[in-house]
C-alpha cells in the first residue's frame, strides 16, 4: 500500500520560496510515477509537477510553474521534493503528492494518479 505524507507548507510573502516534503513508502520506484498537485479554493485540482525514474530521470511540470518549481527526489528514494522559487499569491493553494504505478510519459498524464496524500497548505501574500 502507497502511503505519501506531505508537510512544508506555510504562509510566506510573494517572491519567496518554499520547500514541500513527500514521506513516500509502500512502493517501488523504479515503477512508480509521483508527482506533486494543487487545489486552490473555486478551482480544479491541477498537476503542479511530476517525475519518472524510469529510464533516466525526468520530469514534467505545469504551464503555470514552468521555471519556478522543481520537483526532486532524495538519493534514498524515500523523500520527494517541490522547491517553490517566485511564489506569487496564484500559488495559495493546499498542495498534493501522488503516485500511480507506471512510468514514462505516463507521469505527466495526471489524470491517471491514484495515491494520494493528505495535503499541505501553503498561503502566498502579496
Known amino acids: 500500500q502507497v502511503q505519501l505524507v506531505e508537510s512544508g507548507g506555510v504562509s510566506v510573502q510573494a517572491g519567496g520560496s518554499l520547500r514541500l516534503f513527500c514521506a513516500a513508502s509502500?512502493?517501488?520506484?523504479?515503477?512508480?510515477?509521483l508527482a506533486w498537485f494543487r487545489h486552490a479554493p473555486g478551482k480544479e485540482r491541477v498537476g503542479v509537477a511530476g517525475?519518472?525514474?524510469?529510464?533516466?530521470?525526468?520530469?514534467y511540470y505545469g504551464d503555470s510553474v514552468k521555471g519556478r518549481f522543481t520537483i526532486s527526489r532524495d538519493n534514498a528514494r524515500v523523500t520527494v521534493f517541490l522547491q517553490m522559487d517566485s511564489l506569487t499569491p496564484e500559488d495559495t493553494a493546499m498542495y498534493y503528492c501522488a503516485a500511480y504505478r507506471g512510468g514514462g510519459n505516463a507521469c505527466a498524464q495526471w489524470s491517471l494518479y491514484n495515491y494520494w496524500g493528505q495535503g499541505t497548505q501553503v498561503t502566498v501574500s502579496s
Open positions: 509502500g512502493y517501488t520506484y523504479s515503477t512508480h510515477c
Open positions: 517525475m519518472t525514474t524510469i529510464g533516466g530521470i525526468t520530469t
